[in-house]
């Protein structure tokens, strides 16, 4: 329900504003198309390529859209920086990886030049982080993470617990709310080296408050290594203001940087130079071209890379900032709350006689952009969505629909419309034409 206290300022600031029902009516179509029109985020929606107007698009959660602006600011990187200028280009694509992450340091994460850098993929950065937290607190045997966390997280944890002997402590949060800080609590004494946690959680979007996470894990002498992949871009992250020592996350999601864009890592200034990563690449090396003996990493984050970083991957995370550091982190948030209530208030009022039950926090401010909607058909009511209705979600199990709503491009009317068609998916049960095998591809 969308009420005068938690509805973002930007969006009751205009006296012209409808008024939403009570939680039990539905929103109209006509409301929908009136919050669109207020949107002060709606005109951006024209700086994304949307090649097929009829798909409405709730998965960029899982893969952003492209930026109209990416595919001709990538053709001049190939053609003018790799086909004219060949290995001399690389004279100014040495610094990217900082450059670039010092605007995401700046832009979106809340922390300082020479904190961030763009390398590799979460998953990669996840194991050299942990591995250099763990190394950087000796006669620690305990790492602790969320038994419900995504996958690779939780086996990149799992794989390194093994190779060191150490323990691996899983907390296990609800499916559908928020880990506690109490069950976090519960898990930390002084054999805890590192505390692992997503900011927004993948299935149930539950968002952390990282600045009360960071002072408990603090206060038993262990590090937080932050994945903020489902937050960054969506969520206001303050790296700095809530004292946080290490993050990685993607730049796929809610930063639009396309298929395999690489991740960024973000170690605060005071730990860099105590802190040591295992992969010893020449990329973290002290005066890289002087092909030197032995390794000697330089005292900034670039030790903390390894290798060639994929130039062109990486330079499209550029206009994706482009289009974020327009809107403003902070309005995109203001968005993000109010599309998660509208969707939560059309699924209270359509789809609950449908089975289907919200599997997130309810409250707004404890989820980042994203919701879940739980029914025991997920699986094929995603595949029938996609098939039949144009709607394209995701599915997570163990029956959840994801329904993501970045902010730069959703709209009020395609989340109505999204609610309308899986209204009717679910009371044809159109969806029972389809497999329960699930896909390579979920
Ligand atoms: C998407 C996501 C990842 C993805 O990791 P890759 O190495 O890019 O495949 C990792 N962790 C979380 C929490 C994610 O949401």
């Not at 006296?15 to 669109?36: F, G, M, T, W």
């Not at 894990?217 to 004292?243: C, E, F, K, N, Q």
């Not at 997130?360 to 909607?373: A, D, F, M, T, Y």
Request: hydrophobic content about 40%; aromatic content about 8%; charged content about 20%.
């Amino acid at each position: 329900m969308i009420t005068p206290a938690d509805t973002p300022r930007s969006l009751v600031a205009d006296a012209a504003r409808p008024q939403l029902p009570p939680a039990s009516l539905a929103p109209s179509r006509r409301q929908a198309a009136q919050l669109d029109a207020a949107d002060p985020l709606g005109p951006l929606r024209a700086q994304f390529q949307i090649s097929d107007p009829d798909t409405i698009y709730l998965d960029g959660n899982s893969l952003g859209r492209l930026p109209a602006a990416t595919p001709l600011f990538l053709a001049d990187i190939v053609n003018d920086g790799w086909g004219k200028g060949l290995v001399r280009s690389w004279d100014h694509w040495i610094d990217w990886a900082s450059r670039i992450g010092d605007r995401l340091a700046t832009q979106v994460l809340g922390a300082r030049p020479g904190e961030v850098a763009l390398s590799d993929s979460t998953s990669v950065n996840l194991y050299k982080l942990a591995v250099a937290a763990l190394d950087a607190r000796p006669g620690r045997g305990t790492v602790v993470f969320d038994a419900q966390d995504f996958p690779t997280d939780r086996y990149i944890l799992q794989g390194l617990a093994e190779q060191r002997g150490l323990t691996a402590r899983q907390v296990h949060s609800p499916m559908d709310a928020p880990l506690g800080l109490d069950r976090l609590g519960a898990a930390l004494d002084d054999d805890v080296a590192l505390v692992v946690l997503s900011l927004v959680h993948y299935r149930s979007g539950a968002l952390l408050d990282m600045a009360a996470v960071n002072e408990l894990a603090r206060a038993h002498g262990a590090l937080v290594l932050w994945d903020l992949s489902h937050g960054v871009g969506s969520v206001p992250i303050d790296l700095s203001g809530t004292g946080s020592d290490l993050a990685v996350g993607c730049t796929y999601k809610y930063l639009n940087g396309g298929p395999g864009s690489p991740a960024f890592l973000y170690v605060r200034r005071e730990l860099q130079t105590t802190l040591r990563q295992p992969v010893w690449g020449w990329y973290g090396q002290r005066d890289q071209f002087h092909f030197g003996d032995a390794y000697q990493p330089v005292d900034g984050v670039e030790r903390f890379l390894a290798g060639t970083p994929p130039v062109l991957s990486m330079a499209a995370v550029e206009p994706a900032l482009d289009v974020i550091e327009q809107a403003g982190v902070h309005r995109i948030r203001d968005k993000a709350l109010a599309l998660g209530d509208f969707a939560v208030q059309l699924a209270d009022a359509w789809l609950a006689e449908h089975g289907v039950r919200l599997a997130s926090p309810r409250g707004p401010e404890q989820r980042g952009s994203h919701i879940s909607l739980a029914h025991p058909e997920a699986w094929r009511v995603c595949r029938a969505l996609a098939a039949e209705a144009g709607v394209v979600c995701d599915y997570r199990g163990p029956d959840r629909l994801r329904i993501g709503m970045p902010p730069l491009y959703t709209r009020f009317t395609e989340v109505w419309d999204a609610m309308d068609r899986l209204r009717d998916v679910l009371a044809d049960r159109s969806y029972e034409r389809y497999s329960h095998a699930l896909t390579r591809v979920t």
